[in-house]
């Protein structure tokens, strides 16, 4: 199984980015698939999840109502949607899957399986 993160770059506060994160191989038995992100000296926190059923999506706090996260099954690919950027939302996105189909997990980084390579996004003020 791999992983792609894509669409990371520098924008101004107040603007938007779309990230993509393409899967490859065996994916079709992943449950959760999630955005996670670290900003420089800090631990990783999560960021926006969406379980295969679609069922709901799952924000942080801190980027509900300016963040979307949405999947293409014919694309093998997910996306993180970032609007009304913030100076505080720098730091490197990783795109995540995992096995569990326990929704009470989805938020967890310690859930996930496989990783992506990480995006820089960096948003100035």
């Known amino acids: 199984v791999q992983l792609q993160a894509s669409g990371g770059g520098l924008v101004q506060a107040g603007g938007s980015l779309r990230l993509s994160c393409a899967t490859s191989?065996?994916?079709?038995?992943?449950?959760?698939m999630g955005w996670f992100r670290q900003a420089p000296g800090k631990e990783r926190e999560f960021v926006a999840a969406?379980?295969?059923?679609?069922?709901?999506?799952y924000y942080a706090d801190s980027v509900k109502g300016r963040f979307t996260i949405s999947m293409d099954n014919a694309k093998n690919s997910f996306y993180l949607q970032m609007n009304s950027l913030k100076p505080e939302d720098t730091a490197v996105y990783y795109c995540?899957?995992?096995?569990?189909?326990?929704?009470?997990?989805?938020?967890?980084?310690?859930?996930?399986?496989?990783w992506g390579q990480g995006t820089l996004v960096t948003v100035s003020s």
């Open positions: 969406i379980p295969w059923t679609r069922s709901a999506t």
């Open positions: 191989g065996r994916t079709f038995s992943f449950r959760h």
């Open positions: 995540a899957l995992a096995t569990s189909s326990i929704l009470s997990t989805i938020r967890g980084s310690s859930a996930y399986n496989y």
